[in-house]
């Protein structure tokens, strides 16, 4: 069973950028397609982008692409997601996730192991 913890959130102006980590241990990381999700207050978590377990795909949500890059390290158990370009409405708890599978899919059901959780605020 793999445990994740998230890091590198915070409070960033819009039009900032942030890193968040997400650091696994436990299991093996690379049988683990990751994901990483948001949820606002009073919103539903919702799916932001993925990552394959060898790393060569990604995909995003429609509303982070082109600003937000998922990036995976299997020798460092470690995943990330630069988020550049922040807007007031990427304000959320951002989570990450491990998925058995081969592919990182936006279903939040496929994704039984998951961490505590890093704020991310973007003031206007």
């Known amino acids: 069973q793999v445990q994740l913890v998230e890091s590198g959130g915070g409070l960033v102006q819009a039009g900032g950028s942030l890193r968040l980590s997400c650091v696994a241990s436990g299991g093996s990381f690379s049988n683990y397609a990751m994901g990483w999700f948001r949820q606002a207050p009073g919103k539903e978590r919702e799916f932001v982008g993925g990552?394959?377990?060898?790393?060569?795909?990604?995909n995003y949500a429609d509303s982070v692409k082109g600003r937000f890059t998922i990036s995976r390290d299997n020798a460092k158990n470690t995943v990330s997601l630069q988020m550049n370009s922040l807007k007031p409405e990427d304000t959320a708890v951002y989570y990450c996730?491990?998925?058995?599978?081969?592919?990182?899919?936006?279903?939040?059901?496929?994704?039984?192991?998951w961490g505590q959780g890093t704020q991310v605020t973007v003031s206007s």
């Open positions: 990552i394959s377990r060898s790393g060569g795909r990604t």
């Open positions: 996730a491990a998925a058995i599978l081969a592919w990182a899919t936006s279903r939040r059901n496929d994704y039984p192991y």
